[in-house]
């Protein structure tokens, strides 16, 4: 579905927001796309919908090359297959005209259709998403955070995409409302085989909804493979720094977090150094099992234990003097 090929979007005088990034989404399927702020994540996704310009590589979408098609010149045949569920709903939803309204814009073939067909098919996907059908009558401002948010992805919904890119649905939301969210979105993609690139930065958010998890910093991967795997046992050090930061509920579970924590401390004034060489690997300045190798050669991404990761402590070539795990090269 999504074939996401050595992408690269950088601007004037700046490292670039994404280096060389290779991703793929498959019909039906959920890639999850974690990172710090500022790792990326939401510039991929903003490439996808031809929202930023490209500077290097490919976007394949169902075989068609879109990565140097802007947003504006997609044409309604491909703008309604990928649609979008911002974290804030209101960006989608006009608070001068009625939910209804709003929605029946984004209908897929909705000129073709009578008033009242478009009236009821309106009232079907505000149902879908758990709104009564007089919602439609009613404008944004009456409604709370999660049923904007629910109206949203209707909204989306209604274009009958077949890629969704949700960036950071649920981080406004409180945490009851965040898992309802999670759950309809997971019921809605079984429903109508929908595929996600659903981007956050949580690894817990993305671990309940993912099939795959893909780690970003400083625009590159660094570990991507199963939801299960990367969200629960991480091999690289970066996500396991993620992964330690990450606010759990059970008292045991906490202390072994804490512990890794410590293990994975980052000192503040590391943490704010400027990223990584072109040469090197990004997260040197942070890492606690760097070495020299790390801050002058560029770690290859390798596969170890069906994980794809970009580290040289998993390339036994590498010179990483910790380096003894057997891997493929990915790429
Ligand atoms: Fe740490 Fe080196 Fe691996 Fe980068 S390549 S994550 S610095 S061990």
Known sequence: ?????????????????????????????TLGLVGESGSGKTTLGRAVLGLVPVSGGRIGFDGQEIGHLPAVRRGP?????IQTVFQDPNS????ARTVGDSVAESLHGGGRLSRARRRETVGELLERVGLPAVAA???????????RQ?????????????????DEPTSALDLSTQAQMLNLL???????ELSYLFISHDLAVVRHIADRIAVLYQGRVMECGPADQVGLRPA????????????IADVAAQRTRRAARTAAMIPADAARRPGGRPDSCPFTSRCPRAADVCGSRRPREVVHDGVTLACHL???ESGHPDSAVPSSIAH
Not at 77 to 81: A, E, K, V
Not at 137 to 145: A, V
């Open 314 to 316: 998993f390339d036994p």
């Open 236 to 247: 690289h050090p970066y996500t396991q720094a993620l992964h330690a930061a990450a606010p």
């Open 92 to 95: 989608s939803l006009n608070p």
């Open 186 to 192: 997971s019921d809605l993609r079984r429903e109508q």
């Open 77 to 81: 045949g491909l703008i309604h297959r």
């Open 137 to 147: 009558t009613r404008y944004p401002h009456e409604f709370s955070g999660g049923q």
């Open 1 to 29: 579905m999504l074939d996401v090929e050595e992408l690269t979007v950088a601007y004037p005088r700046r490292p670039p927001s994404v280096d060389g990034v290779s991703l793929t989404v498959g019909r039906g399927e």
């Open 150 to 166: 629910r109206i949203a992805i209707a909204r989306a919904l209604a274009a009958e995409p077949e890629l969704v890119v949700c």
